[in-house]
């Protein structure tokens, strides 16, 4: 699906300021609005038209008609007693939900946001992908989510990643709208720093990234050591060799300096045991990276389940073992439907 064509069919957040002060023009009034308009929206995180009130009457109704807000409704919040992480579903204007998360560390807070309603790419413990793509999100509604968690919780928010529902890489140029957007200086002025985008290796998607001058932290959810055992609880692994792939990080790399995350998701007796750890750790031998280690979050349809405590300290030793920086993801919001999709996917099978 492509909604990037054709300004008229955007929604408010999705405009850039250039575009806004167009828009803003053809409505007949002073160029000046729009800065009103984007410091609203993007810095103030407003959302919806009646909250724009330095703004004549005239401007909001005939913009409302041509960009309506993206702003999503809030259908199920849930919040982890463990940790005080907030899982969201929201809902947007035709219906598509998505999941966002937020999850407070001692140096902030950190969105995880959603880039698709659901999800192509097919990976076997992924519970985004259980029934497909519906559709890519518009930077607007990625910025929504965000906005959104900021209203909720009335804080500011000091890290983004893009994690949640969907593959990033398969909604590039939407993508990119949102992470100018979200550091443009007039808006939330993130850090580029400060943003996260982690893909299951679309290579021309990083190629692309690579290129752009945009350097986000970049993260491959690697998942295995070789391409064998990849192609077996991720099918994109047969369309990218791991080879390409490593290729395209360490081009990414060359390009923005910045180190490189890889994702592993431990599966008991899958990806798991000592001799994958080695192959891991020629496998990245060279790369300025970290390793994140992530015990499976079980999802119960593909009856997967993750290594003991016990496993995952051996797996972490024996990397470290070889050099290589690993940690273990502190598993947030257990209690709350912690795996990516879980929370949608029960919303949708209960009605
Ligand atoms: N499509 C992108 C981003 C979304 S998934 C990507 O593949 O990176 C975010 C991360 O969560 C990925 O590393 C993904 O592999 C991982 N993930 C998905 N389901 C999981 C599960 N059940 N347990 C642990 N990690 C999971």
Not at 125 to 146: D, H, K, P, Y
């Amino acid at each position: 699906m492509d909604n990037t064509e054709g300004v008229k069919e955007r929604d408010l957040e999705s405009l850039t300021f250039e575009e806004l002060t167009e828009a803003v023009v053809k409505c007949g009034e002073k160029p000046y609005r729009a800065a009103q308009i984007f410091s609203h929206v993007h810095a103030h995180a407003a959302a919806s038209y009646e909250e724009l009130n330095n703004l004549p009457k005239s401007l909001r109704t005939s913009l409302s008609e041509l960009y309506p807000f993206a702003a999503p409704k809030t259908e199920a919040l849930q919040v982890s007693r463990l940790d005080g992480t907030r899982k969201y579903l929201f809902r947007f204007a035709d219906g598509a939900s998505v999941e966002s998360v937020r999850m407070s560390y001692h140096h902030g807070h950190t969105v995880c946001i959603s880039s698709q309603v659901g999800c192509r790419m097919g990976c076997l413990f992924c519970a985004s992908t259980l029934n497909g793509l519906v559709r890519n999100l518009t930077a607007g509604e990625m910025l929504a989510q965000i906005y959104a968690v900021i209203r909720d919780g009335g804080e500011r928010i000091s890290n983004v990643v893009v994690m949640g529902c969907g593959e990033p890489m398969d909604n590039y140029d939407e993508l990119v709208r949102f992470i100018r957007l979200l550091t443009d200086m007039r808006g939330q002025a993130l850090s580029i720093r400060s943003i996260t985008v982690s893909t299951c290796g679309v290579v021309p998607g990083i190629r692309k990234l690579a290129a752009e001058d945009l350097p986000v932290n970049l993260a491959l959810s690697l998942h295995a050591p070789n391409d064998e055992i990849r192609k077996t609880i991720m099918p994109s692994a047969r369309k990218w060799a791991l080879h390409e792939i490593l290729a395209a990080m360490r081009e990414y790399y060359e390009s923005n300096r910045r180190r490189l995350t890889f994702e592993y998701s431990l599966i008991k007796g899958v990806n798991d045991s000592e001799e994958c750890a080695d192959e891991l750790a020629r496998l990245l031998n060279g790369y300025n990276a970290l390793v994140n280690l992530i015990p499976v979050n079980p999802v119960t349809e593909r009856g997967l389940k993750e290594p003991s405590r016990e496993q995952v300290i051996r797996f972490q030793k024996k990397l470290e073992k070889h050099g290589i920086h690993v940690t273990i993801r502190r598993e947030m919001g257990r209690d709350i439907d912690g795996a990516c999709g879980q929370l949608r996917q029960r919303s949708e099978l209960n009605g």
